[in-house]
């Protein structure tokens, strides 16, 4: 299943042209590229195809019946030590716990009408 981008609504939200009436439902998986150069095999002379540029890996938030409201499903996580709020008096060292902390990454080089969008999943 294939679209494109019709708006971007910022670097983590997009929407693309494909709803419901096409299949599409809400947690669906989509990848959204732009197409870069044409690729040819040098041994042979086949014709490949053009070359697809990654953006980006997009989930559907919300599907209407002939566009769907997409956002990044790309997380950076980093862990972070925090000092408890109470000293062990056994120790050297005061108790530390350790929480893992996501981030929404932001898909770049997103064009309106340009980047392209297929289902995944």
Known sequence: MNGKVIKIVDKYEFVIDIGAENGVKE?????L???????????TGENLGQLEILCGHVIAK???????????DEYSYRTIKKRNSFMSFNTIYP???????????????VET???????VN
């Open 62 to 72: 919300h599907v209407q019946l002939k566009m769907t409201t997409v956002i990044s």
């Open 95 to 109: 108790d530390m716990t350790e929480e893992i902390e996501s981030t929404m990454k932001s898909i770049e080089n």
């Open 33 to 43: 590229f732009n197409l870069g150069e044409e690729i040819k095999d040098e041994e």
């Open 27 to 31: 947690k669906d998986k989509f990848i």
């Open 113 to 119: 009408y340009k980047t392209l969008c297929r289902k």
